[in-house]
Nanobody
Framework: QVQVVESGGGLVQAGGSLRLSCAAS????????MAWFRQGSGIQRELVAD???????TYADAVKGRFTISRDNAKKTVYLQMNSLKPEDTAVYYC??????????????WGQGTQVTVSS
């Protein structure tokens, strides 16, 4: 069984920082692209940032310059450092991991989500 578990959410004041973590575990050979999405109240889930196995990153315009995505391939973990947080960053943050099995088969898994609330 594969598990994807996020941690690090919480309540923070505007201008503050949080660091999210997401770890994949189970019978996994490696991980491919790893990404963070978020879904605010009444808003469609949107991509925040992603990072390839080689370390190439992309960011949503709304978070460029404030958020940094990184990964530790050995730990099969992806991080999201969020600085200069704004109330509009309030959302449930989800991790998506593309897992590679020993057969070479790939499949994507989602975490359960972690709440980030930014107060003004």
């Amino acid at each position: 069984q594969v598990q994807v578990v996020e941690s690090g959410g919480g309540l923070v004041q505007a201008g503050g920082s949080l660091r999210l973590s997401c770890a994949a575990s189970g019978s996994i050979f490696s991980t491919d692209t790893m990404a963070w999405f978020r879904q605010g109240s009444g808003i469609q889930r949107e991509l925040v940032a992603d990072i390839t196995s080689g370390g190439r990153t992309t960011y949503a315009d709304a978070v460029k310059g404030r958020f940094t995505i990184s990964r530790d391939n050995a730990k099969k973990t992806v991080y999201l450092q969020m600085n200069s947080l704004k109330p509009e960053d309030t959302a449930v943050y989800y991790c998506k991991v593309i897992v590679v099995f020993t057969t070479g088969y790939k499949y994507q898994y989602w975490g359960q989500g972690t709440q980030v609330t930014v107060s003004s």
